[in-house]
């Protein structure tokens, strides 16, 4: 008998046993856990080594401004990756894509757990940071598998870790930073990250909904030296100087490059981001609001511990130690993690965009009264867990408004394109916080330590931030226009007549 060799599968389509598995009832709520469980590790890298930056001159024998990288590398391969993986997860699978990122993640945690230079570690962040993309397919993922009575809640929550993760996880590092050797802290990520692929690979269903095509890797790259070199000109340009050549050449050419990827992406057949779809109006006022809201999460993340951790002989600090001041950050996680379904049936009831107006609302109003409220450890609770109320909100409509208004074959694309945005926040965050923190200084035992005024400056920019935001989402549509490629389909609320 003439045997007759199977037909390979057709790009798109699902193989026998992966149909096979299809059959197999979903445990929703099981998937649910796994994505948000998933989402809580990979920000979880992010506060990873937040204990320890200031011993890594000493503990790898190199120099501060060499260290610091340890922490950009992350940043910059997170932001570079995360759209990168999103139109990777729409073409060829976002259960499939995410499991690559946990094994590049569960990579860089081996490499820096075993490094003794900083190059080596920096080279581990850099794979840790490719990992936080599996936040963005993980909402991608739920808006395939669940039914859309409980989307909004499991999307708010997978959205939320992002900061869930980051206010938790640093206590959790801190902890082993002062008790064990530093090595174990990327020991504990790679036990997770082990933890999280087997989670994925065997509770995750695969994805049905692919869009196939061609990648385009001239748009990637492209993309990825034009954002390298604003990220690194706004992360740097306090180390190297704001007028500096390079810092302005970076800012120029990265500025220069990204408008070329916007000519290039508008003419190809299959584009790494469609901008047409990007530049409608939900897409692009919803992604402004996501760089408020980023830049209001970080300010907190990064001004408070520096109030807490000032010495009390200026009259300014608090004088806590590293791991009290994580804990009282640890609130601002919490209250994301409680309030994600309480944003979700807001926004069911009465939509996102009131969602986002709230939640940066809520940030602004905490800002205004951190520049009076500062001289107790209570106060900085309190502000970092206001906070957390506000972009627990937020954060919470930013999928659903995006998902609301791109094409199901853009989901995964279209919020890594909003992580992104959030990261582009964070990032000038940081430089202009640390520039007002490091212009405004006292002198206490050697030790150069923020004034009051510059707390109190960063505070004001942080609210003034969040108000901006508030003004973008207020021009979001109230309405969704009909549109049946929609990837979350506007539902009406209102029963039809009966004829």
């Known amino acids: 008998m003439q045997q007759t060799t199977p037909t390979p599968p057709t790009e798109g ?72 993986a999103g139109r990777l997860g729409d073409m060829f699978g976002k259960r499939r894509i995410t499991l690559v990122l946990l094994l590049l993640m569960l990579a860089g945690s081996v490499i820096a757990a075993l490094a003794t230079d900083v190059t080596v570690l920096i080279a581990g962040r850099a794979l840790q940071g490719i990992g936080l993309g599996v936040i963005a397919l993980g909402v991608s993922i739920l808006r395939d598998v669940l039914h859309p009575k409980r989307l909004g809640g499991a999307v708010a929550l997978v959205s939320a870790t992002l900061g869930i993760g980051a206010a938790v996880g640093l206590p959790i590092s801190a902890l082993i930073a002062e008790n064990f050797d530093w090595h174990m802290l990327f020991w504990l990520a790679s036990a997770l990250a082990v933890l999280a692929l087997a989670l994925v690979f ?55 490059v990204l408008v070329l ?64 001041s994580s804990l009282c950050l640890m609130p601002s996680g919490l209250v994301m ?32 009264i951190a520049i009076g409220l500062m001289t107790e450890v209570w106060h900085a609770v309190f502000i970092a867990t206001a906070v957390g109320f506000g972009v627990g909100f937020a954060y919470a409509a930013m999928p659903t408004l995006i998902m609301r208004s791109v094409p199901a074959t853009e989901t995964a694309a279209a919020n890594g394109l909003n992580s992104v945005m959030r990261s582009l926040g964070s990032t000038v965050a940081a430089a202009v916080l640390g520039l007002i ?63």
């Not at 469980?37 to 503990?59: C, H, Y």
């Not at 993309?223 to 390298?228: K, R, T």
């Not at 940066?360 to 800002?367: A, K």
């Open 13 to 84: 389509v699902l193989t026998a046993r992966e149909r096979k598995r299809l059959t197999k009832p979903e445990n929703e709520r099981a998937i649910v856990f796994v994505l948000a469980f998933t989402g809580l590790i990979a920000s979880f890298m992010q506060t990873l080594v937040t204990p320890i930056v200031p011993e890594l001159p000493t503990l790898l024998n190199t120099s501060p401004s060499n260290a610091t990288w340890v922490l950009t590398a992350t940043l910059l391969a997170a932001a570079i990756a995360t759209p990168i």
């Open 202 to 256: 065997f509770v995750v269903p695969v994805s049905t909904l692919r869009t196939g095509g061609s990648f385009d890797f001239v748009g990637a790259v492209f993309f990825a030296i034009g954002l390298v070199g604003i990220l690194l000109a706004v992360s740097k340009g306090g180390e190297w100087g704001w007028g500096s050549p390079v810092t302005l050449g970076m800012l120029a050419g990265g500025a220069v």
């Open 261 to 324: 990827w916007g000519v290039y992406e508008l003419r190809a057949d299959n584009p790494l981001v469609d901008l047409r779809i990007a530049a409608r109006r939900p897409v692009l006022l919803t992604n402004l609001a996501s760089i408020t809201v980023g830049f209001g999460f970080f300010a907190s993340a990064a001004v408070l511990p520096q109030l807490l951790e000032a010495p009390s002989t200026t009259g300014v600090g608090l004088g806590q130690t590293l791991l009290v």
């Open 337 to 368: 993690f409680f309030m994600a379904p309480v944003a979700a049936r807001l926004s069911a009831a009465r939509g996102p965009r009131i969602s986002l107006l709230l939640g940066g609302f809520i940030i602004f109003v905490g800002y205004a």
């Open 437 to 499: 923190l490091s212009s405004n200084i006292v002198i206490s035992d050697g030790r150069p330590i923020p004034t009051a005024g510059a707390f109190q400056l960063c505070f004001a920019v942080a609210g003034a931030v969040a108000l901006a935001g508030v003004v973008a989402a207020f021009f979001i549509p109230r309405q969704e226009p009909a549109d049946s490629t929609a990837s979350i389909p506007v539902v009406q609320t209102r029963e039809p007549a009966l004829s």
